[in-house]
C-alpha cells in the first residue's frame, strides 16, 4: 500500500467548497486512489476512487495529478453534515487506514 | 437490498468472557474485511475472508482472536478470553471482487466493551 499523507485538521464555512489534498508519492501504477469518511463513531463511508482520471460522482470530485503522487478531494457545497474524518488510501487490495483529515464545517 | 449488518450493536464481557461479533455481507459479496478501532484511534485491518477460506490475517492478534466465514451464514469474529483492552469498535465490510477496484462497504459496527 502507499503511504500517504494528509493535513490533520481542516476548516471550512458552510457552502463553501472543501479542497482535501492527499499526498501518495510512493503510489504505484496498480494502486487506486480511495476516499472514504467517518462521520463520528459510525462505520466509514465510500466516497470515491480513480487511477489516472478525474472522476466524479454525487458526492464529491476527486482530481488526480498527472505523476499521481497527489490528489484533491472536493466536495462542492460542503454542508455541516460533511464534518467527519476523511481518509486517502492508496492500494491495490485491502484498505489501511491512516490518521486522515478531521474536516470541520461551520456556518 | 440492505448493507452490511453487523450484530450485536453493542455488547458487554466480563474479563475473560468471550465475545462473538457477526457480519453479514450485502447480498452478492463474497469477500468480508474485520477492523478494529480503539477508542480515539483510526481503524486498523485485522483480517481478510473470503467465502470458507481466510485470505490475510496480517492484522489479527495471534492469541485469542480468530475469524471465519461458512459457506452459510455470516462471518464471525470470535474474541476469547477477554480483556479491557479488547474494548473498541469493530467494523465489518464486504466487497464483490478480491483486488478489484471497488470501493468496499462497511457496516455500522459492534461496539465491545470489557469490563
Known amino acids: 500500500d502507499a503511504k500517504t499523507t ?13 479542497n482535501l489534498p492527499c499526498n501518495h508519492s510512493t503510489i504505484s501504477g496498480n494502486e487506486y486512489v480511495y476516499w472514504y469518511r467517518q462521520i463520528h463513531s459510525q462505520g466509514p463511508q465510500y466516497i470515491i476512487h480513480g487511477l489516472k482520471n478525474n472522476e466524479t460522482n454525487e458526492m464529491a470530485s476527486l482530481i488526480i495529478t498527472e505523476d499521481r503522487k497527489s490528489s484533491t478531494l472536493i466536495l462542492p457545497h ?5 464534518t467527519a474524518v476523511y481518509y486517502c488510501i492508496g492500494t491495490a487490495s485491502k484498505l489501511t487506514f491512516g490518521t486522515g483529515t478531521r474536516l470541520q464545517v461551520t456556518l | ?26 447480498k452478492g459479496h463474497s469477500h468480508v474485511y474485520w477492523y478494529r478501532q480503539l477508542p480515539e484511534e483510526g481503524l486498523k485491518f ?17 492469541e485469542r482472536f480468530s475469524a471465519e466465514f461458512p459457506k452459510e451464514g455470516p462471518s464471525i469474529l470470535r474474541i476469547q ?7 473498541a469498535a469493530y467494523f465489518c465490510a464486504s466487497s464483490n471482487f478480491k483486488d478489484r477496484n471497488y470501493g468496499y462497504t462497511f457496516g455500522s459496527g459492534t461496539r465491545l466493551t470489557v469490563v
Open chain 1, 6 to 18: 494528509q493535513p490533520p485538521s481542516m476548516d471550512c464555512a458552510e457552502g463553501r467548497a472543501a
Open chain 1, 78 to 82: 460542503a454542508t455541516l453534515r460533511d
Open chain 2, 1 to 26: 437490498n440492505a448493507g452490511v449488518m453487523q450484530n450485536p450493536r453493542h455488547l458487554v464481557r466480563r474479563r475473560g468472557q468471550e465475545a462473538r461479533l457477526r457480519c453479514s455481507p450485502m
Open chain 2, 46 to 62: 485485522m483480517v481478510y475472508l473470503q467465502k470458507e477460506n481466510i485470505i490475510d490475517e496480517s492484522g489479527m492478534p495471534k
Open chain 2, 81 to 87: 478470553q477477554v480483556v479491557r483492552g479488547d474494548s
